[in-house]
């Protein structure tokens, strides 16, 4: 268990307003990613970071900010929410070296905006 | 990226094995296979990965062809609680990013 949480799990929130998640990881992992999940479609990714302060953009990052402060805390924001990012968010990390490296996903948070 | 094709459903009856297909006709010499399954309202969750020889866990094996544009996860006993959606993805050196399709969503007959 790489002892991921994330927070808040549910969220519902309206047009226009920021909204931050957070992901929070206990065994000091390198890599934290974000994904979005729609209904009937796999995960796509937002953004991704490779340690403090350094962040990149995925597939879909359009709307969407991240901070990493700290190693432990990997936050998404949404400057301004629109219905379209209705989705539910994936925090993960990776675990284990080289060729062996997988990823461990979090719970999840699902976000509605009306 | 080199893409996987994954047949969008499946059935099984509990307790028999099940074979999951992915193909994978423009994988790179340097990709692995990996599998992960999502279970009903969770994250994903790692099952197996390969290069080029059939992989076995606790989990699950994974049978990969001998010119590596299929492979088959094989779940040897399936059990109510196996039944998920299942994506196949190729990863290029470190799983430092995935690109996940839609998968095979199982179903597990009692």
């Known amino acids: 268990d790489a002892g991921i949480t994330q927070s808040p799990r549910h969220k519902v929130t309206e047009t226009g307003t920021p909204v931050t998640l957070r992901c929070h990881q206990t065994?000091?992992?390198?890599?934290m990613y974000w994904y979005r999940q729609d209904p009937g479609h796999g995960l796509r990714l937002i953004h991704y970071?490779?340690?403090?302060?350094?962040?990149d953009k995925g597939e879909v990052s359009d709307g969407y900010s991240v901070s990493r402060s700290k190693t432990e805390d990997f936050l998404l924001t949404l400057e301004s929410a629109t219905s379209s990012q209705t989705s539910v968010y994936f925090c993960?990390?990776?675990?284990?070296?080289?060729?062996?490296?997988?990823?461990?996903f979090g719970p999840g948070t699902r976000l509605l905006v009306l | 990226d080199a893409k996987t094709t994954q047949p969008n459903s499946m059935e099984s009856n509990e307790e028999e094995p099940v074979h999951l297909p992915c193909n994978h006709s423009?994988?790179?010499?340097?990709?692995?296979i990996h599998w992960y399954r999502q279970l009903p309202s969770q994250g994903p969750e790692y099952v197996i990965h390969?290069?080029?020889s059939n992989v076995n866990n606790r989990m699950a094996s994974l049978a990969i062809a001998e010119d590596r544009k299929s492979s088959t996860l094989i779940l040897h006993r399936a059990t109510l609680r196996d039944a998920a959606v299942y994506y196949c993805i190729l990863v290029s050196g470190s799983a430092r990013q995935l690109t996940f399709g839609s998968g095979t969503q199982l179903t597990v007959l009692p």
């Open positions: 970071s490779y340690g403090v302060k350094d962040t």
């Open positions: 065994e000091n992992h390198r890599y």
């Open positions: 423009t994988i790179s010499g340097t990709d692995y």
């Open positions: 993960a990390i990776n675990q284990g070296a080289g060729n062996q490296e997988t990823q461990y």
């Open positions: 390969g290069l080029t």
